[in-house]
C-alpha cells in the first residue's frame, strides 16, 4: 500500500514569491493534515480536513497561506507571498478519521523543504 | 511553559545500551499517547500508540504513561545503530488534535 505522497520533496524561492505544496493521501483516509515543523521542532498543525472540509484551521496564517481539498482526495497548501521566516519542512498526513481524534492514528508524508532566500 | 516538554538531546548511547526517552506534559485533559520515529529528512513513523497509563510492549520498545505524574517514557532494549533517529512524543485529548514534543536526538554508536 503507498504511503502518503508529497511533492515537490524541496523548494528554493526568493522572499514575495508564491509557492504551492501538494499531498496525496492514502487510500480511503478521510481526514488529511498539514502541520509546519521547524528545525529541532516538533510538527505544528497548521489545518485539519474531514474530507473536503476544513474543520480546524485556527493555526492556519490566513492573511498569506491557503489551503485547498478538492474532492476529499488530494491537497494544496499555498503560501502567498512567502517570507523569511517561512523557511521549514511542510508535512501531510492522513488518517482514516474516527469520531474522537485522539484515536485516530496519523501517517505521515517524507515532507516538503522549503528554503526561502 | 510549553504543554509538552522534552529534552532535546543529543543522547548518544553505545550499541546494545537500554535507552529511555521522556515526555512531561501540562494538560490533564490528554489520554491519548504517541511515540513517533524521525529518519533525517523523513516524515515522522508511529511507534507505538498507547490510550491512558499503563505499559505497553511491541519487541525492544516499551511505552509507560504515569497520568498522575503527567509524564511518558519510550524504553528501547538492545539498541542498534539504526535505532539513531529523532524521537517525538504526542498526545491529545477526547477529539483534540495531538500536540508533539520537540524530539529528543538519539545517536547509538557502533
Known amino acids: 500500500e503507498a504511503g502518503v505522497v508529497q511533492s515537490p520533496r524541496y523548494k528554493i524561492i526568493e522572499k514575495k514569491q508564491p509557492v504551492a505544496f501538494w499531498c496525496n493521501p492514502i487510500s480511503g483516509h478521510n481526514t488529511l493534515y498539514w502541520y509546519l515543523q521547524n528545525l529541532g521542532q516538533g510538527p505544528e498543525l497548521l489545518i485539519r480536513y474531514e474530507n473536503e472540509e476544513a474543520v480546524d484551521d485556527s493555526q492556519l496564517p490566513k492573511d498569506r497561506f491557503s489551503a485547498e481539498r478538492l474532492k476529499g482526495v488530494d491537497s494544496t497548501l499555498k503560501i502567498q507571498p512567502a517570507e523569511l521566516g517561512d523557511s521549514a519542512v511542510y508535512l501531510c498526513a492522513s488518517s482514516w478519521g474516527l469520531a474522537l481524534a485522539g484515536e485516530d492514528t496519523q501517517y505521515f508524508g517524507p515532507g516538503t523543504r522549503l528554503t526561502v532566500l | 511553559q510549553k504543554e509538552v516538554e522534552q529534552d532535546p538531546g543529543p543522547l548518544s548511547v553505545p550499541e546494545g545500551a537500554i535507552v529511555s526517552l521522556n515526555c512531561t506534559y501540562s494538560?490533564?485533559?490528554?489520554?491519548?499517547f504517541m511515540w513517533y520515529r524521525q529518519y533525517s529528512r523523513k516524515g515522522p513513523e508511529l511507534l507505538m500508540y498507547?490510550?491512558?497509563?499503563g505499559n505497553k510492549e511491541d519487541g525492544r520498545f516499551t511505552a509507560q504513561v504515569d497520568k498522575s505524574s503527567k509524564y511518558i517514557s519510550l524504553f528501547i532494549r538492545d539498541s542498534q545503530p539504526s535505532d539513531s533517529a529523532t524521537y517525538l512524543c504526542a498526545m491529545s485529548g477526547h477529539g483534540q488534535n495531538f500536540v508533539f514534543g520537540p524530539g529528543t536526538r538519539l545517536s547509538v554508536l557502533p
Open positions: 494538560n490533564s485533559a490528554f489520554q491519548y
Open positions: 498507547t490510550y491512558s497509563s
